[in-house]
Antibody, heavy 121, light 107 residues
Framework: QLQLQESGPGLVKPSETLSLTCTVS??????????WGWIRQPPGKGLEWIGN???????FYNPSLESRVTISHDSSNKQLSLQLSSVTTADTAVYYC?????????????WGLGTPVTVSS | AIQLTQSPSSLSASVGDRVTITCRAS??????LGWYQQKPGKAPKALIY???HLQSGVPSRFSGSGSGTDFTLTISSLQPEDFATYYC?????????FGQGTRLEIK
């Protein structure tokens, strides 16, 4: 059974770098059938796609965040990573990782539970 | 970026009602649209992918239709567990975008 588990510091200071990890169990993250994505949701607001990483390591980022975001994967540890630099209070959100089958349109089929991050001094 | 506009933004309905939520894309996206249900404090859950395909395990009272720029999610007979927020999503091209959400409340 596939499981995704986000983890990271719940509190980050303004101007610092947010670093999150998504641990994947029950599937290989270098399987060519899937992409892996990060999505976030500010309190009381809607969903925002942050970026995707392909099995090959290629990445696509939301232009609104591209200058500050890095997504990578460590296949040996079955982990995805998200780094967001120069954070502000606007980056306060619940952060989710999710799996996206490549050949299926508009389909994130498995999601982590999400990890809340607060940006505050 | 492709904008997705959902309507209505909120909706009050009763158990047993038929409900339709629409999602309009700012440009044609073929059938590259999905629908997601989110309950408070939970991760989104995929209901429909490729505009009209029902995710495994999702009740058949949920259905999706449309292509190009106009899409609908229909719940044929509302059940108590369906009261939630619904989002559409497109991945026709990057950046992937979501609609602003439709909050479905109990009347």
């Amino acid at each position: 059974q596939l499981q995704l588990q986000e983890s990271g510091p719940g509190l980050v200071k303004p101007s610092e770098t947010l670093s999150l990890t998504c641990t994947v169990s029950g599937a290989s993250i270098i399987n060519s059938t899937y992409h892996w994505g990060w999505i976030r949701q500010p309190p009381g607001k809607g969903l925002e796609w942050i970026g995707n990483i392909y099995y090959s390591g290629s990445t696509f980022y939301n232009p609104s965040l591209e200058s500050r975001v890095t997504i990578s994967h460590d296949s040996s540890n079955k982990q995805l990573s998200l780094q967001l630099s120069s954070v502000t209070t606007a980056d306060t959100a619940v952060y989710y990782c999710a799996r996206q089958p490549i050949e299926v349109a508009a389909f994130f089929d498995f999601w982590g539970l999400g990890t809340p991050v607060t940006v505050s001094s | 970026a492709i904008q997705l506009t959902q309507s209505p933004s909120s909706l009050s309905a009763s158990v047993g009602d038929r409900v339709t939520i629409t999602c309009r894309a700012s440009q044609g996206i073929r059938s590259d649209l999905g629908w997601y249900q989110q309950k408070p404090g939970k991760a989104p859950k995929a209901l429909i992918y490729a505009a009209s395909h029902l995710q495994s395990g999702v009740p058949s009272r949920f259905s999706g239709s449309g292509s190009g720029t106009d899409f609908t999610l229909t719940i044929s007979s509302l059940q108590p567990e369906d009261f939630a927020t619904y989002y559409c999503l497109q991945d026709y091209n990057y950046p992937i975008t979501f609609g602003q959400g439709t909050r479905l409340e109990i009347k």
